[in-house]
Nanobody, 121 residues
Framework: QVQLVESGGGLVQAGGSLRLSCAASGTIFSIDIMGWYRQAPGKQRELVATRSAGESTNYADSVKGRFTITGDTAKNTVYLQMNKVEPEDTAVYYC???????????????WGRGTQVTVSS
């Protein structure tokens, strides 16, 4: 099984910065993709950014140029640097990993419990 631990959420003023971290642990043979999603009150969960094992990245249009996803493959960790945050970025941010627990095994998707990010205007 794969467990995810997120950290770094909190309250920040508009225009400020915040850095989220997510560490994956457990029975991990290889990681396919790690990423961040968010869910604001009354809205569906949406993709924020993902990073593949080959270090390819993908961003939601709303965060391009402001957020940066990086990772440490050796530590099974992914980070989300959030700059120039806006009140619209307020949401619970969830870490997601798609990983195999054994060679040639299926890819499992696991979610963290989420960390609250609140941006004040």
């Amino acid at each position: 099984q794969v467990q995810l631990v997120e950290s770094g959420g909190g309250l920040v003023q508009a225009g400020g910065s915040l850095r989220l971290s997510c560490a994956a642990s457990g029975t991990i043979f290889s990681i396919d993709i790690m990423g961040w999603y968010r869910q604001a009150p009354g809205k569906q969960r949406e993709l924020v950014a993902t990073r593949s094992a080959g270090e390819s990245t993908n961003y939601a249009d709303s965060v391009k140029g402001r957020f940066t996803i990086t990772g440490d493959t050796a530590k099974n960790t992914v980070y989300l640097q959030m700059n120039k945050v806006e009140p619209e970025d307020t949401a619970v941010y969830y870490c997601n990993v798609r990983a195999r627990t054994r060679l040639h095994g299926p890819i499992f998707s696991s979610w963290g419990r989420g960390t609250q990010v609140t941006v004040s205007s």
